[in-house]
């Protein structure tokens, strides 16, 4: 399988993708992750990406192609990838099918969780976390049995700073007017597969691996 899981954010693309790693035994690929360990790592690509980045700028597409090349490379990867939020533009869509294509192994398809974004803003907005042992609620779907204070361990419970309904609702305007024509993009190849987001975890990911099942290579 080689897909791109994509979606909002808050849409459980990091939940679904987890469990499609260990389902399938192919590699998740985040883009922020491969960019963080090749700086760790002092690598080539990783000395210029933190240069970059030291400066305030934004690591070129060509610079992201050429450490997802490296991280395909690698035998965990032979029987397929998970690439988890990228592309988000149309130009890494294009530069990523030259790479796949020069490798010959070309995306099978774009999978978007599509999930209302009134529902994400709930999502997201309603999570408090415990200050003390990392426990997750959502004061809309799973609240606490006391407010404010974590039924595990009595701690209390915290808003993120990032979590607040306003950086929220910014970050899916961003998304919407980014990735919008990426999913037109797959669209018109005839790649894109959508499948709903909302509700129960182990029917959305039924749902995922249905479509993965009839991927034809």
């Known amino acids: 399988m080689r897909i791109t ?16 790693v260990e389902k399938y035994q192919v590699p998740q690929i985040s883009t922020g992750d491969l960019l963080r360990a090749a700086v760790a790592a002092g690598t080539p690509l990783g000395q210029q990406a ?12 060509d610079l992201v192609i050429g450490i997802i090349r490296e ?6 990867a032979e029987r397929g ?3 988890d939020g990228f592309p988000r ?8 099918d030259e790479l796949l294509t020069d490798l010959d192994r070309p995306l099978q398809a774009a999978i978007l969780l599509e999930v209302d974004e009134e529902a994400i803003v709930q999502r ?7 200050e003390r042992c990392g426990a997750v609620y959502n004061i809309y779907t799973n609240p606490p049995a006391k407010d404010g204070i974590c039924d595990v361990c009595g701690g209390p419970l915290v808003q993120r700073p990032d979590d607040n309904e306003v950086t929220v609702r910014q970050r899916l305007k961003v998304y919407r007017e980014q990735t919008a024509p990426v999913l037109d993009y797959y669209r018109d190849q005839g790649k894109l597969q959508v499948v709903p987001g909302e509700g129960d975890v182990d029917a959305i990911f039924a749902a995922l ?9």
């Open 5 to 20: 899981l994509m979606g909002p954010p808050g849409s459980g693309k990091g939940t679904q993708a987890q469990r499609l």
């Open 50 to 61: 933190q240069a970059i980045m030291a400066r305030g700028e934004l690591v070129p597409d």
């Open 71 to 76: 991280r395909l490379a690698e035998p965990d």
């Open 81 to 83: 990838f998970i690439l």
């Open 89 to 96: 533009t149309v130009n890494q869509a294009k530069a990523l």
């Open 124 to 130: 997201i907005s309603g999570r408090r976390v415990c």
């Open 209 to 217: 691996c249905a479509v993965i099942d009839a991927l034809e290579d």
